[in-house]
């Protein structure tokens, strides 16, 4: 039995999320723009969804539903179907330390799209890690009342919109590396967009997933 290298719901939750990320990113930066955290630092109108920061903060509300469902899908899935530990794990330093001294001297491989590099695994799950940090810290924000302990844990509310901050900062680093690496390397943009080559479904052929 085979499958598509990225099914259709991967596809579907992929191409959503980068949407609601863009609407979460530009939408925040016209809410932090009423009350910066870094002084000096303002981000353009052009780049701020919403003409002002009541506007962005409906946009916020509306895409967190979106961004935290989409998400939670795709975590159930990756985490029923074996996905997540099929493409993602194992990683290794010594095969990530590889992956940079390759990177650096320009051999890196990219013909065979079945698997990810160490490199790119580990931003995969910084990526992954720092989405559902931002539902946290944003429900944190939102709900500081109701959510008071988790405000907290996170050292009191200004940090929390700190820890929110950096989380979105660490997301648009990840997003500029990654949509670059996948302008560079169109065949895997198009691998993302029509489900890419039939690879053997480990799940009947009796192997172990998870
Ligand atoms: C317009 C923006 C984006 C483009 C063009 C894009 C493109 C791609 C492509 C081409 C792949 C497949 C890589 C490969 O097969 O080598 C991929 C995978 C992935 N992308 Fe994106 N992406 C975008 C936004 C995002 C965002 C915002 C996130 C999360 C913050 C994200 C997270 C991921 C993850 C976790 C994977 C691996 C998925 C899996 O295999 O289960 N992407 N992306």
Known sequence: MTKRLHPLLIRILHWNNAV?????????????????????LHFSQTFRLGSWAAESLLWHFAGMWLL???GAVYLAYGLASGRLRERLLPIRVADVIHTIRDTLHFRIAH???TTYNAVQKLLYIVAIVA??????????????????????LMGGF???????????SV?????IVHVALAILVPSTLWAMVTGGPQV???????????
């Open 20 to 40: 609601v990320m863009i609407v979460m990113i530009t939408s925040g930066w016209g809410i932090y723009d009423d009350d910066v955290i870094i002084r000096g």
């Open 171 to 175: 997301i648009v680093g990840f997003m």
């Open 68 to 70: 935290a469902i989409n």
């Open 111 to 113: 013909e065979d799209l």
């Open 200 to 210: 053997p479904n480990r799940r009947h052929q009796g192997e172990a997933v998870p």
């Open 131 to 152: 989405g559902v940090s931002q539902v946290i810290t944003g429900l944190a924000i939102w709900k500081p009342v109701q959510f008071s302990w988790l405000v907290t």
């Open 158 to 168: 200004q940090s929390a919109r700190v820890l929110h901050f950096l989380g979105m």
